[in-house]
Nanobody, 124 residues
Framework: QVQLVESGGGLVQAGGSLRLSCAASGITLRNYAMGWFRQAPGKEREFVASLSWTGARTLYQDSVKGRFTISRVNAKNTAYLQMNSLKAEETAVYYC?????????????????WGQGTQVTVSP
């Protein structure tokens, strides 16, 4: 059974930082492209960041470039999203996802496996 489990969310003040983790079981993340998405109340799920399966390429939503970093530690079978200089409008549930294709990808339909999400709340 494949599971992706996010952690690291919480409440932070604007300008603060959080590091989200996505621990996998049942699959080996080094064979997958990884993605992070977020969904705010009343809004559609949106792309945040993606990492190719080789780890050589990344994609970011324009609004997070220079502030967020996606990474993966193969030995821990875990992906991460480092988020710095957070803004109140980035309050959302953050999801990690795994894509069997090469990646990176911004399209939710490309991802086969999804975590349950972790809440990130940024206070003004």
């Amino acid at each position: 059974q494949v599971q992706l489990v996010e952690s690291g969310g919480g409440l932070v003040q604007a300008g603060g930082s959080l590091r989200l983790s996505c621990a996998a079981s049942g699959i080996t993340l080094r064979n997958y492209a990884m993605g992070w998405f977020r969904q705010a109340p009343g809004k559609e799920r949106e792309f945040v960041a993606s990492l190719s399966w080789t780890g050589a390429r990344t994609l970011y939503q324009d609004s997070v470039k220079g502030r967020f970093t996606i990474s993966r530690v193969n030995a821990k079978n875990t992906a991460y999203l480092q988020m710095n200089s957070l803004k109140a409008e980035e309050t959302a549930v953050y999801y990690c996802a795994a894509d069997k294709d090469y990646g990176p990808s911004t399209d939710t339909h490309d991802y086969e496996y999804w975590g349950q999400g972790t809440q990130v709340t940024v206070s003004p």
